[in-house]
């Protein structure tokens, strides 16, 4: 048992991870008795197009040849690199068996209503458990998804007290000073842009002033908080970016030929700002991700099989992230952002004196490994670390402890 934990160990990389949750998770022989992923739908092309409104960018957006907002065959293909790589990971630890099919029971799928992630379910299960009929539910329209689209299915905030719950995690000065602290990066933004963020290209080009980097974060009756101005602006431009990239188009496409793989990472970091204030404020996140974190604990108590893979969007696990106060760097990715195809998972693990303990880690492919659609394997494998898991001894929950931290993060604050 030692020696195939610790081939596991090496495998996975997870020599790496922090000190502290791999101290307390890796004393003696243990046993991965069950699983649980939460993943973000691979890559996509802009939700609508144009990604921003005509006349925000110096040129026209690159076109796509596949729909707004579905997963490419580029983006499917990543997602099955990532299938194989979890199927070595996932017999090595018992969970899966080396060949045949799993038992009945043994494998739970569920994603969200959205095209481009049923599409990533089935894509991810085509090399996870190869020739095997595998049910992948999902509801059949986004208002009857309380799980990945719960605002959608009827859920209704306090839009008031949303949004205080989102100041009270500004920095002094507020939202004009957490702008100002990425002045670099709306640097990058703009001369890849061609734009002030969000302005008229006609009527002001670079260098913009901070005053035209405006943002603003406003109550909406009903819902979380919406990120107005600059800031939103530099989200979507430096998210539709970094798809291209991931995508595999031309480097003279990607940006307008004008963003290295530098400047994208550059410019990411407004992704994860976004969530940060609109999707990650205990008041927010511990409703929108409370039927996610339900599934999360019925698949750690056993309710659902070894293995539970839901597949949903960056919004469900950033809300996910907030609700049990996660952090992670997702390989090459900035801090608490979500790569396309990347996860958070939770393993339950039993010790060889019988003890049962929960451990988060998240799980990614680096940004070049989407774009040349490497093989994983043994040498080449994705980023995978251990997260702490606030609230536990340690960072690591006892399973006892994993339920009752859950049990009663679902008993909502009131702001």
């Not at 017999?91 to 959205?114: D, E, V, Y």
């Not at 933004?189 to 035209?212: F, N």
């Not at 999360?296 to 106060?325: I, M």
């Not at 929960?358 to 490994?369: D, E, G, I, K, L």
Request: proline share 8%; net charge positive; hydrophobic share 40%.
């Amino acid at each position: 048992m030692i020696r195939r934990v610790l081939s596991f160990m090496a495998l996975a990389g997870m020599a790496l991870a922090p000190a502290v949750s791999v101290a307390a998770a890796m004393q003696g022989g243990e046993t991965v008795e069950r699983v649980v992923m939460v993943m973000r739908h691979g890559v996509r092309p802009s939700t609508k197009f144009p990604a921003t409104p005509p006349g925000t960018t110096r040129e026209p957006w690159p076109e796509w040849s596949t729909p707004a907002g579905d997963l490419t065959m580029h983006g499917a293909e990543a997602i099955r690199r990532l299938g194989t790589f979890d199927r070595m990971l996932m017999i090595q630890q018992g969970l899966l068996p080396a060949t045949g099919c799993a038992p009945a029971g043994t494998l739970s799928a569920w994603a969200s209503a959205a095209s481009r992630a049923i599409k990533t379910g089935r894509a991810f299960l085509d090399t996870l458990v190869p020739g095997c009929t595998t049910t992948l539910d999902h509801p059949a329209g986004e208002d009857e998804d309380e799980t990945f689209h719960p605002s959608d299915a009827g859920l209704a905030l306090d839009g008031d007290v949303a949004l205080a719950a989102a100041l009270r995690l500004a920095p002094p000065g507020g939202i004009a000073a957490e702008a100002a602290r990425n002045a670099d990066a709306f640097r990058v933004l703009e001369r890849v842009t061609g734009c002030c963020p969000g302005k008229a290209c006609g009527t002001r080009k670079p260098p913009c002033t901070a005053s035209e980097r405006g943002s603003r974060l406003v109550a909406e009756p009903g819902a979380k908080p919406d990120m107005k101005g600059a800031l939103s602006f530099a989200s979507t431009a430096g998210q539709t970016i970094l798809l291209q990239y991931l995508e595999g188009m031309p480097m003279a496409q990607v940006g307008w030929g004008r963003a290295s793989p530098a400047d994208i990472r550059t410019m990411l970091r407004f992704h994860p700002i976004k969530f940060r204030y609109e999707t990650r404020p205990p008041y927010v996140s511990r409703r929108l991700a409370a039927p996610l974190a339900r599934r999360v604990l019925d698949a750690v108590e056993g309710r659902s099989g070894k293995v539970t893979l839901l597949f949903g969007h960056d919004t469900n696990l950033a809300a996910l992230g907030g609700f049990y106060d996660l952090h992670w760097t997702m390989a090459d990715y900035p801090r608490d952002d979500v790569a396309p195809g990347g996860a958070i998972g939770f393993e339950v693990v039993r010790q060889a004196d019988g003890r049962r303990f929960v451990r988060a880690f998240s799980q990614a492919q680096t940004m070049n490994q989407v774009r040349s659609l490497a093989v994983l394997d043994r040498v080449q494998r994705p980023h995978r670390r251990y997260l702490t898991i606030p609230g536990c001894r340690a960072g690591v929950c006892a399973l006892d402890a994993f339920s009752r931290l859950t049990s009663g993060l679902l008993q909502p604050p009131n702001r």
